[in-house]
């Protein structure tokens, strides 16, 4: 099949297959001798797979562990475990940072309770203090390599 039939098989841009396949997730399939790409149905099966594993919020790295350990089936799946509870882990820390963002803004909302002109808008008032206080970048990874406010959002490969 060509890559549109793929995308379509799998719900996934075409962008996305190729992106996939520069990173090293997805194997490059043979080409025709019009140079089109011709994927298999293990091609289907393993971007159905990375699919899965990225609405589970996973990075390309964690994929890509998930992927070596598919090669070798016999092996003990101690790693696998492990590789999901550090992942877990990132989940439950993003939750709280979550949780603290929302309070943030229920306080940020609290600034401004009625409606009223903007130049006397509690919520503007207060974002522009802050941003005069603290200029802090807005994503910077962390040490384990997520970067706050990626996981979980759409239109991410």
């Known amino acids: ?4 039939e793929l995308a379509r098989a799998t719900h996934t841009t075409a ?3 190729r992106y996939y396949e520069r990173s090293g997730l997805l194997e490059a399939p043979p080409r025709s001798e019009g140079n089109y790409r011709l994927y298999t149905p293990a091609h289907v099966e393993r971007l159905s797979f990375i699919r899965h594993c990225r609405n589970l919020d996973m990075t390309l790295d964690e994929i890509r562990a998930l ?3 598919q090669q070798e089936p016999l092996q003990n799946c101690a790693q696998i475990n492990d590789l999901l509870d550090e992942h877990i882990g990132h989940v439950a820390a993003r939750i709280r940072e979550l949780q603290a963002l929302e309070l943030q803004l229920q ?12 130049c006397e808008c509690g919520i503007l008032r207060t974002l522009q203090e802050h941003a005069q206080q603290d ?3 807005a994503s910077t990874p962390s040490a384990e390599g997520h970067v706050h406010g990626t ?6 490969p």
């Not at 099949?1 to 549109?4: H, N, Q, Y």
């Not at 996981?151 to 991410?156: A, F, N, P, V």
């Open 15 to 17: 962008e996305t297959i």
């Open 67 to 69: 992927l070596r350990f």
């Open 135 to 137: 200029p802090e970048p």
């Open 107 to 118: 306080a940020l909302r609290e600034t401004c309770r009625e409606a009223r002109q903007v």
């Open 151 to 156: 996981h979980g959002l759409g239109g991410r």
């Open 1 to 4: 099949m060509k890559i549109g």
